[in-house]
DNA sequence: AGCCAGGACGGAA
DNA sequence: TTCCGTCATGGC
């Protein structure tokens, strides 16, 4: 078991920040978390975080995949005092992070994403897990599927995932699967390509546009400068911003900026 | 009971 | 280029 004095860190907020589609409520306010091919249960109290694993897992997988090592104080001070909505939306959510995901898993989430509820997407992602995701165990002895292998996807038909209720994006899945499968979309090489680049190379996918890139920049990627327009932001922007967003005030970390004001308008 | 959701695609203009 | 109809599904 490992404990740390986390400012800035708020594991309700990020659960339901919409990133990572797996996390599920586990006792006492605690999460399961299932990724990066494991499966964590973290729970917090105050500003002290416990994960339920040992030193070596939490320094070399948890550690940067909830960012710890950034100050998102600075993020925050960095807002401008007059930017009420900002301003507000810190003070709800002040607590999220922005989280490194598995690359493959986050296009296939967010593939799923397009026109979709956030409550389905989990559905849709669930069930993508049970039919084709490798079964382990955790340290409890308890069953769990990881995320299906691009493999796994490439050999299937879209009918064949007509049980996940994916609907018209069953396609878009198995034929991103295979153009990653026959080394047509090169993820390894896109990992390492600076977010312009990266973006443009995700949209090759099938299913994958100018808004999903973002997401999969911003969300496994870590380009936090990414800033994907969906239709919560552009509510946000409209309402808010009629003269747009102050892209030039968050230059290199607009995605930050983006998060917050996304949970913000989700109203949680 | 509809409305609409973290949009993308293909074809038309 | 931009615009528009279409695509599945079910939570709310």
Redesign the pocket.
Known sequence: MITRRIPDFNLGQIAR???CFRFDPAEDGAYTLTARGRQLTLGQDGDTVWFDCGEEEFSSVWRPYFDLDTDYGAFKRAVSKQDKYLQAAIAAGGGIRILRQELWETIVC?II?????????K?CVENLCLLLGEPCYNKHGERYFCFPKPEALALCEPSDL?CC????RAK?LTQSARQVVSGEVDLQRIAALPYEEARQEL?R?????????E?ICLYALHHIDAF?V????RAMLDKHYPKGFPMKRYRGFAGVM??YG?YYE?GV
């Open positions: 920040s919409g990133q967010f994403s397009q026109q979709n509820h956030i409550a389905r997407i559905k007509a209720r994916l609907g018209y878009y949209m996918l099938t299913g994958v546009g100018v808004k999903v890139a997401c994907p969906d239709t919560h932001i983006q998060q996304f989700l």
